[in-house]
Nanobody, 129 residues
Framework: VQLVESGGGLVQGGGSLRLSCAAP????????MGWFRQAPGKEREFVAA????????YYADSVKGRFTISRDSAKNTVYLQMNSLKPEDTAVYYC???????????????????????WGQGTQVTVSS
């Protein structure tokens, strides 16, 4: 199942972007959703995740206080609001979903790429200094 990210682009340092993730043809409104990123020459890293209910969110320390993950279940869409962007945020950003609707996990699992079975193709975010 394909997830589709949008909203990436080029922005100056200190600026903002909002990424969106949709799933045409299938609902992920009751799945755990996450955002990961991968910069050139680096491994894919966790950015943020949101529980299936939307009641709990998780963030990497590097983005805490600057990024906000949210979901609109009626629109079957997950968002990543990114503020105070830094050049080190430059990466391809990927949306991901787990495969078990209405499932809750121990906190540490939300950070692991292995939890997520469905991935998008990614959207490029470039932050200039």
């Amino acid at each position: 199942v394909q997830l589709v990210e949008s909203g990436g682009g080029l922005v100056q340092g200190g600026g903002s972007l909002r990424l969106s993730c949709a799933a045409p043809g299938r609902t992920f409104s009751e799945n755990v959703m996450g955002w990961f990123r991968q910069a050139p020459g680096k491994e894919r890293e966790f950015v943020a995740a949101i529980s299936w209910s939307g009641g709990t969110t998780y963030y990497a320390d590097s983005v805490k206080g600057r990024f906000t993950i949210s979901r609109d279940s009626a629109k079957n869409t997950v968002y990543l609001q990114m503020n105070s962007l830094k050049p080190e945020d430059t990466a391809v950003y990927y949306c991901a979903a787990d495969n078990n609707p209405r499932r809750t996990y121990v906190a540490g699992r939300y950070y692991s790429p292995g939890l997520y079975r469905h991935w998008g193709q990614g959207t490029q975010v470039t932050v200039s200094s």
